[in-house]
């Protein structure tokens, strides 16, 4: 089952930090290396830190060496949404949050699972339940 989460910008930028709301509102990117779950390696969910939607089990992640926190599937691929992304003269698949439409990174077909996808994540799109696996 997927919540639709629709609020307003002023609802976003009340609710996020500003670095939340740059990548999950704005389709911004982190800077390699700097977020809080590039290593982590905590066994747990990681919801969507906009809506709180379960994207990512600890148990796909995968050091990338890219500087982002990387998965090699969705927890459920219905609570993701994929898109052409264009931007910046690439061609890339970014993933979002299906639930509340915040931007989540990029999908590439260079990963080490099954699939051989890398699901590249922004950290700060992101919170680490670990009450939950
Ligand atoms: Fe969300």
Not at 8 to 21: A, F, H, I, V
Request: hydrophobic share 25%.
């Amino acid at each position: 089952m997927t919540t639709q989460v629709n609020k307003t910008e002023q609802e976003w930028r009340q609710e996020l930090s500003p670095e939340q709301y740059a990548v999950l509102r704005g389709k911004g990117t982190e800077r390699p290396f700097t977020g809080r779950f590039v290593d982590t390696k905590d066994n747990g969910v990681y919801r969507c830190a906009g809506c709180g939607a379960e994207l990512f089990s600890s148990d796909t992640k995968f050091d990338s060496g890219s500087g982002w926190p990387s998965f090699t599937e969705p927890k459920n691929t219905e609570n993701v949404e994929l898109h052409e992304d264009r931007s910046h003269g690439m061609v890339r698949t970014e993933v979002t949050c299906k639930s509340c439409g915040g931007h989540l990174g990029h999908v590439f077909d260079d990963g080490p699972g099954p699939q051989g996808q890398r699901y590249c994540i922004n950290s700060c799109s992101l919170d680490l339940d670990t009450s939950a696996n």
